[in-house]
Every structure is written in C-alpha cells, then in structure tokens.
C-alpha cells in the first residue's frame, strides 16, 4: 500500500496543513517584537481556553516537564500531597513527587475507572496535612476522564488547598473551566487537542498558586515560576523557545477559535460515540465503560488470542494505520484509538474499517462489515 499513514495514536496528533505551512518560517529572535507578537496572543488565546484571567506561561518542554515544574512550584520538599492516581500519567505524577521529596498519599484508582470524588474526600478528611492535590484529567494510558468540575468544587469545599490538574490529553478537547470550577493550576503541552507539535510545554496558575510559588523555595531554576514570571511580565519567554513550534501553534489557536470551542468539544464528544458504538458491534470490550470513557482516546481490550502488540503491528503494516498500544500490566492486552486534534469523521471511518480488517486477518469471529456499516449510520443520524 502506498505510504500514507492515519495517525490514530493519542498524542502527538496529525498537524493540520497550515500549522505545517506556518512552521516552515524562516527563524526570527525570540526576543525581538514579531515573536512577542504571536507570543502573546497564544498566551491570550490559550487563557480564552482554559477560561483564566491571571497568568499564563509557555516553556520548552513536553508535557512531563510541565508535570514537573507543577510538582517543583506547588509543593514543598517533605509536603504530604495527594496523588489520585487513574493510570500511567497519574503514577507518573507519584513518581515526580517521589523524585522530589514530596510524601505523596497515593490514591490509587483501578485502571479503566474514574476517581470518585468521595474517596478522594474521605482521604483529605484522613489526611489533615495534605498541602496540594495533583490529578489527571484526562487519563490517556486508560481512556477515561475524570470529572474534574465536580472534584475539584468539592475539594474546595472541604478544604482550601491547591489543586493541580494535568490537562496534558483534554486541553482543546474537552472544557476546562479554571475560574468557575475553582482550579488552581493547570499543565499542559502543545502536541494534542491543540493540533501542533511537541515541543511546547504549559502551565496556567490563578493568584494563589502565584503567591505560594513567589513566597517558596523551587526545586528547579529551569522550572521556575519566578523566573518564567520575571520574562514574561516583559512579554517574553524565559530561555530560549522553540520558535518554530510556535509559529505552528500560533496557526493552529487561530483554527481552534475559527471552529469554536463548544463545535470542538462536541466534535470529539461526538467521536467517541461513534467509535464506540460501532466497534461494540464486534463484541470486542472496552477498557472503560461509556459513562467514565475519554472523548480523546478509546482503549480497547483485544480478545484473549489476539496479542495488542501483535494487533497494533499487524494494523500499522497492512493497512497504514498507526494505532497506540498499552501501558503497564495492561501491554499486550489490547490497543488505544486516538481520535482527537485535527480529525473527521472520515479518519475515524478508515480506522474503523481497517480494524475490521485486521480483526478478520486473526480470524477474530464477528459479522465483517457490520462495524462499518454501524459508523456510516451514525455519522448521517450525527450528520459528522
Ligand atoms: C495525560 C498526560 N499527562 C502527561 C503526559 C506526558 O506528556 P509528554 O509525553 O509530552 O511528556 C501525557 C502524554 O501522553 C498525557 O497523556
């Protein structure tokens, strides 16, 4: 088959053509006042997205540095923090605070499940010191998302501590409403819903978070809101910047505010209900069930004689489709279908297709077709 790939993997996501376009810019100074320029509308952009008005910076990183400067910024070395952990990037968050000194209570949710906002008060009412509490909100290893709206309103209810939410997977996919749902912090990267490169790191912080990181002793001088601070109140980054992702997303925010961000939220809503309800039809189970799943990423146990690697293989080689594999205990047990950032439905319709295909090239028992023939409906009821 020809070489061209359908890139279905949850992050990095496929790069529309005018973030490519936008990259192929010749180098500027990133000190100089064309780079201030479209450095400053992102970061209005980006808080339009998270719905902040206070700060806002933007750093060389992926997005486990941006894990890390949260860690380093909004607790303190001996800090018993809370870690609700719902998977891969959950427990890379424990390690982090392990790394740093942190006493991290781990509250660990079983993989494929949402955390539940009344564990996680049981445990602050156990656990009177508990300073900061870091959380996932979308959980990509498994392909779920936590109701971070609701978590985070009852922790403030029950106490007034930080509360730092890793929207590295749901940032330009699903809302996130720092003002209103009482957030103090958010991290995240640039490779996923916001449909550019990696190479971006973030991190949104209200006053308060401010405040603790400005009065406290940081772990880290590259990770340092100070020192992030002290450039960006003159309107610049702090080192040096990947300018040339910048371009890209510069680009890429301007295509996120065309479409809208409730139509983009609806359309990855809408994604996730249409790989699900076809790919039901095949009998193949899911890792989460609909009511905890992710509108970013569908994790898909595979059936018992069909390795995940295998399949993952076997998808990519034949029919050029890159799809993702598991993490952890769960390696080997199934495959993730990334369906966020710059994709249609017809993405979703090729991947589905060729799901088909390789379930019938292991002699999977199913009706071949009918998940097809399932999306194709409910693409013209969704009108997708
Ligand atoms: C929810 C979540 N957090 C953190 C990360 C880590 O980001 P990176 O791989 O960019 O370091 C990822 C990456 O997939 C993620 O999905």
Not at 164 to 180: F, L, R, Y
Not at 199 to 215: C, E, R, S, T
Not at 233 to 254: N, Q
Not at 359 to 369: I, T, V, W
């Amino acid at each position: 088959m020809i070489d061209k790939e359908f890139l279905m993997i949850p992050g990095p996501t496929p790069l529309p053509p005018r973030v490519v376009a936008a990259m192929t810019n010749p180098m500027i100074n990133h000190r100089g006042p064309k780079f201030k320029k479209i450095f400053l509308e992102s970061v209005d952009i980006l808080k339009k997205i998270l719905n902040t008005d206070d700060e806002l910076y933007m750093f060389g990183s992926s997005g486990s540095g941006a894990m890390e400067l949260a860690v380093q910024n909004f607790s303190l070395r001996g800090d018993k923090v809370l870690v609700v952990d719902t998977g891969f990037f959950g427990q890379r968050f424990y390690e982090i605070c392990l790394s740093f000194g942190r006493d991290p209570i781990r509250l660990k949710v079983p993989w494929g499940k949402s955390a539940d906002v009344d564990e996680i008060v049981n445990v602050l009412q156990e656990e009177k010191d508990i300073k900061t509490v870091f959380i996932t909100h979308n959980e990509t290893s498994t392909g779920i998302i936590n109701d971070i709206e609701k978590i985070c309103k009852k922790i403030k209810e029950t106490r007034d501590i930080l509360i730092v939410v890793d929207a590295v997977s749901s940032i330009g996919i699903s809302e996130i409403n720092m003002k209103d749902w009482d957030i103090d912090v958010v991290v995240a990267a640039s490779q996923k819903g916001l449909m550019s490169p990696p190479g971006i790191g973030m991190v949104a912080l209200n006053k308060k978070a401010l405040n603790f990181a400005l009065n406290n002793k940081v772990d880290s001088y590259y990770f340092s809101i100070k020192e992030l601070k002290k450039r960006f109140d003159v309107g610049e980054p702090f080192t040096t910047f990947p300018v040339s992702v910048m371009f890209g997303l510069r680009e890429a925010l301007d295509l996120l505010m065309e479409e809208g961000l409730q139509n983009i939220y609806k359309r990855h809503e809408n994604f996730k209900y249409l790989v699900r309800e076809s790919l039901k039809i095949t009998n193949l189970r899911f890792l989460a069930n609909d009511e905890d799943s992710s509108p970013c990423v569908t994790a898909v146990l595979s059936p018992d004689n069909i390795n995940g690697e295998d399949f993952v293989k076997r998808i990519r080689e034949k029919y050029n489709i890159e799809l993702a594999g598991m993490f952890g205990d769960l390696k080997g047990k199934g495959f993730r279908i990334g369906h966020m950032g710059f994709m249609n439905s017809n993405d979703l319709l090729v991947t589905i297709a060729g799901i088909e295909c390789a379930l019938k090239d292991f002699n999977y028992e199913f009706n071949f077709g009918e998940a097809t023939k399932k999306f194709l409906e409910l693409r013209r009821e969704l009108e997708v």
